[in-house]
């Protein structure tokens, strides 16, 4: 009898336990659904539903058809009309367990394209996260062509306002306003966080910025007189054109020439500023034609390994990385074709004539793009002092083999704000990590996984692993982060130092030395 009552009772509980569990879920999906009738500033919900992860979602808009939703949470689909002419597209993550932090994110390239990849990678971590389309759809710089309020949503206005919006509707599901807001973004979206904190300080307790896109007008005009360094965009019969396979080859001899430079030959230029790449030995000897390079091509590398400098003389933007162009990254800007990033810039946003064709760019073009400076998008300002003052803390990291964006140009930027501020460190709000190794953003040999963006970057989840949780023990528990460790495809871990410290090698391991 006492194990038939002990069943029993063991029975009632676990359909108690069901019934909450069916209750708690019903009053979740109420929840979200209600959202659809909250009436918010030029904002219209168009659709609430509580999706139970893991799960498969469909997608708006031309860049992708489906997302990957990995945990249970309230799905909030809205858009803000940011003028007559212009709107932004937004999705709010809600998940079920939430810890009371709010995350906005960013974009890339020219897009566009609403980040899904890390609105499951922010609700994994029991962030409410919001992601937009960042005042259009797709990757194409067409839609800027005579639409300024469009390009004012892509230079400064979609976070803000995907922030301020985002965080009324956290507030009306949860029933309470969020406990601390975050930034994460990389790219364009470093550079949309670096803008945030410059134009609208209040948005975010503490940001995270990769890569950033800052510089903005010059980033462009570099990328473009890089692919005309090499004949673009006709570089049929130019004597400056290099071919893919040649690239290999510089790439072997880069590496040759600057790998030890650190110490030890392990595939890695832990400081790119120290190598000074002599492409001339490989120039062709007497009767060579394959595997080497011609004087004129010589010419060529001498100025792609070097800085711009405008028509006075004064540094526009900073030398492309040697390493970057292993791998066949090269191709991205050395091609023969003019990148399309600069290349839709220019032709619907500088010039506004879609049939400019880059035959005559030059550096007085490069030039007239900073003096327009389209939507204020230049991002080169050191006056991070109002963020400061509130108690903001931006983390920031570049890849030393960024293929896309010179690593340099965050140097640049740090001591922008230094010299502004007139504060020889920035430590105590504003933090660079330069990542050996590293693509764009993610990739390459280089300890390149710490928690910057998607869930497979979380290699380790521990603050001292993931840039987002050591952005969020620096706003919440005064703990900054020294350094940040990494890890690299084949598991292996090193340690990334913050600027201006340098990585040392010592003995078998890299630390970090003032």
């Known amino acids: 009898m006492l194990g038939l009552g002990l069943r029993t009772l063991l029975g009632h509980f676990f359909l108690l336990t069901v019934k909450q569990a069916v209750s708690v879920e019903n009053e979740q999906t109420n929840a979200c659904a209600a959202l659809v009738d909250l009436r918010l ?13 893991p799960v498969n ?30 709107a932004v597209h937004a999705e709010a993550w809600l998940p079920d367990t939430w810890f009371g932090r709010f995350l906005g994110l960013g974009n890339g390239g020219l897009g566009g394209c609403v980040d899904y990849t890390n609105l499951d990678y922010g609700t994994s971590l029991h962030f409410a996260s919001v992601a937009s389309d960042n005042g259009h759809d797709g990757n194409s710089g067409s839609v800027f062509l ?13 976070i803000h306002v995907e922030a301020v919006i985002g965080k009324q509707i956290v507030e009306a599901y949860y029933g309470r306003p969020h406990d601390k807001s975050y930034y994460l973004g990389c790219s364009t979206g470093g550079r949309q966080g670096t803008q945030e904190a410059l134009k609208f300080p209040e948005d975010f307790d503490g940001i995270v910025a990769g890569s950033p896109a800052t510089n903005f007008n010059n980033l462009q005009g570099w990328s473009a007189i890089l692919g005309r360094f090499v004949g673009a965009p006709d570089p049929a019969g130019n004597p400056h054109f290099i071919p893919a396979d040649l690239w290999n080859t510089i ?66 933007y900073s030398r492309y990385d040697p390493g970057a ?18 290349d839709d810039w220019y032709r619907f946003v500088v010039v506004n004539d879609s049939n400019f064709n880059f035959e005559n760019f030059d550096l007085e073009t490069i030039e007239l793009g900073d003096r327009i400076n389209p939507g204020g998008i230049e991002t080169f300002n050191g ?39 007139s504060m020889a460190s920035l430590d105590s709000f504003y933090r660079l990590f330069l990542i050996p190794g590293m693509n764009h953003c993610s990739g390459g040999p280089g300890a390149a996984a710490f928690g910057q963006g998607g869930i497979p970057s979380n290699a380790v989840n521990a603050s001292t692993n993931n840039v987002l949780l050591a952005i969020v023990d620096w706003v919440e528990g005064g703990i900054a982060p020294d350094v940040i460790i990494g890890t690299s495809i084949d598991g292996q871990a090193r340690t990334h130092c913050r600027y201006p410290q340098r990585s040392v090698l010592n003995g078998s391991q890299f630390i970090c030395e003032a």
Not at 256 to 278: A, H, N, V, W, Y
Not at 279 to 305: F, K
Not at 325 to 342: K, T, V
């Open 146 to 158: 005579n639409h300024p309020e469009v390009l004012d949503d892509f230079a400064f206005r979609a």
């Open 41 to 53: 500033e030029n904002t219209t919900i168009l659709s609430a539903g509580h999706v139970l992860g």
């Open 325 to 342: 162009e292993a791998d066949g990254n090269s191709q991205i800007f050395f091609s023969g074709s003019i990148l399309s990033i600069p």
């Open 57 to 86: 979602v469909s997608t708006p808009g031309s860049c992708q058809s489906q997302a990957l939703v990995s945990s249970s949470l309230c799905r909030v689909q809205f858009v803000i009309n940011t003028t007559s002419t212009s």
């Open 251 to 316: 790439a072997s001899e880069v590496l040759k020439q600057c790998d030890g430079l650190d110490g030890i030959e392990d595939g890695i230029i832990t400081e790119p500023d120290d190598c000074e790449f002599r492409p001339e030995a490989i120039v062709c000897s007497a009767g060579q034609t394959t595997g080497c390079l011609t004087s004129a091509q010589v010419d060529a590398l001498h100025e792609i390994y070097q800085p711009v400098f405008g028509t006075s003389g004064e540094l526009l």
């Open 383 to 421: 006056d991070l002092s109002s963020f400061e003052a509130r108690g903001g803390k931006f983390l920031t990291y570049h890849g030393r083999r960024d293929q896309l964006i010179a690593s340099g140009n965050s140097k640049r930027m740090y001591n922008l704000i230094s010299q502004t501020l």
